[in-house]
């Protein structure tokens, strides 16, 4: 038992400290956030929440790869049995992850991107070559998908819906979604074969 929790408590404080930095990162961001902030919200003692993360950077981390496992799993869900999937069926489950309400990431404003980018250096997030190398594997599994497609372009596709959201503040935010529809349907006439 580390730091006194049985494994099922951890497992159920893990969940509440990645759905208090969720709510917490909405509302003021995740640069303001605080460790102190994410352990009251959570009920724990701050001492408690290095039982579990060593920084706040590292739970952030937490955060991207919690909200990428979900993804994955839904994704997956949706593979034939020979573990492939259609492109517009990928297309349609990968366009429910680029919704705020599915994607923290789409709820952060761009003073938190440039603290995330700052201070999640040596992660394997936001590192060009290992984006290119998930599409280029996710890639392999799709079913109508051009054998001469460019990563790159794809990922540039899906890092421009960031950037939409990254800078709302300075756009019609009611246009958001069907910008997003848009730059979604031009990925598709892109990849499809």
Not at 158 to 164: H, M, P
Request: glycine fraction near 6%; charged fraction near 30%; charge should be neutral.
């Amino acid at each position: 038992m580390s730091g006194g929790f049985t494994e099922k408590e951890r497992e159920e404080i893990r969940k509440k400290l990645l759905n208090s930095g969720y709510e917490l990162g909405t509302e003021i961001g995740l640069k303001k956030m605080t460790v102190a902030m994410i352990a009251k919200s959570t009920g724990i003692a701050v001492g408690s929440f290095y039982n579990f993360y060593a920084s706040k950077e590292e739970f952030v981390v937490a955060m991207i790869r919690d909200t990428e496992a979900r993804f994955e799993r839904e994704m997956t869900s949706y593979f034939s049995k020979d573990g492939t999937i259609t492109l517009k069926k990928f297309l349609e489950v990968f366009r429910g992850n680029f919704k705020p309400e599915n994607n923290f990431l789409l709820r952060m404003k761009l003073d938190d991107w440039v603290w995330l980018k700052s201070h999640i250096t040596d992660s394997i997030y936001l590192n060009k070559t290992n984006e290119l190398n998930k599409f280029e594997t996710i890639f392999t599994k799709i079913k109508g998908i051009r054998q001469d497609v460019e990563p790159g372009v794809a990922v540039n596709f899906i890092k421009s819906i960031y950037a939409l959201y990254q800078n709302r503040d300075t756009l019609f935010e009611d246009s958001l979604q069907t910008n997003v529809d848009l730059i979604f349907e031009t990925l598709y006439r892109y990849l499809k074969d």
